[in-house]
């Protein structure tokens, strides 16, 4: 693996991963104060973008530490304490915002059913505390809807050294060109299986993101590759990206490899030199802005009215709290 991205502040990846994760606090401001123009944000291109990015750059994660442990602590200092913090200060905040009396809300099963879900990544077995969001001025009353992709990520996170050995395996020859075939079609076969819901719940969820994720870990192992055919592989990834649109059947084959060949082409781009520079803060802004949208609407009721002040209002706070949790939690890695 040759190519290399610049500084994460100073590359067209920064640009992608701010404006997916813009998009996706405007669409939850949006869809829980339930505004009917809420579809407009399509979430899920961003979710995909988020995906594509962390396979990206999990290939170069464990390219960089070809040993499993050396990997897997990157990936749990990167992921682990910022989660860890959020899910803790929502336990803490709900006691305050809980209906119910502290002692009951303390001593409720509910609660520590959330805790220890919520901080072993299965958000969806406890997504709620007690008495918190409960009142009619909510459209849902999980606590942070947005942690549905956390269990994915790290699911993915833990096949990637068995990915990367694969791929890069001598003693397999041309066995593992033939495995990778294998896997690719079935990630295509499946996602489009799924899309079609005769498979429903977590294992859709899994294979939709799945095949973005191994997408842009395939762009990351072969990007100096893809760099030699840039301009036939942008051109394609366009028409790709316009046959999706009218033939749904393909579009978990064609925008995976549309979006993985762009982003391993054009992320590494650096930005003119007085770009400002763009705080690694985009994991925390994600983590953070759903409770927060919440929050607001509990105590500000009337902001349901008022979608542009609520957006406002959450962007400020939530920029606010994801710059001091990235300071509270950062640790010496490389943004990953």
Known sequence: MKVKPASPRQNVFALVRWGAALLIVAFHCFVLTNHPQAHLFRPADAVHAFFVMSGF???????????????YAHRARRLVPPYA???AACVVAGALLSSWPLDQY???????????????????????????????????TAVNGALWTMKMEVMFALVVPALYAMH?????????????????VGCFVGATYAERKLVIGFPLHIMKQWVFFYAGFCA???????????????????????VAQYVFSL??????????????LLGPCRLPAKTPLLPPITFELYLV???????LIALLPSLRQHVGLLLLMVLLLSLGVAMMLHKATRMETKMS
């Open 57 to 71: 750059f999990s290939a170069l994660a464990v390219d960089r530490r070809p040993r499993p442990l050396g990997y």
């Open 85 to 87: 913090v959020v899910v």
């Open 106 to 140: 303390i001593k409720s099963a509910e609660t520590w059913r959330y805790l220890l879900a919520n901080l072993s990544f299965l958000n969806f077995l406890q997504p709620t505390l007690p008495g918190v969001f409960a009142e009619g001025n909510h459209v849902v």
């Open 168 to 184: 890069q395996s001598e003693r397999l020859g041309s066995l593992r060109h033939f495995l990778s075939l294998i896997l690719t």
């Open 220 to 242: 990351s192992l072969y990007a100096e590759r893809l760099s030699e055919h840039r301009r036939v592989i942008i051109t394609g990834a366009i028409v790709f990206f316009v």
């Open 251 to 264: 579009y978990y084959v064609l925008v995976p490899c549309a979006m993985a060949a762009l982003l391993s």
């Open 289 to 295: 802005h759903f409770p927060i949208v919440q929050i």
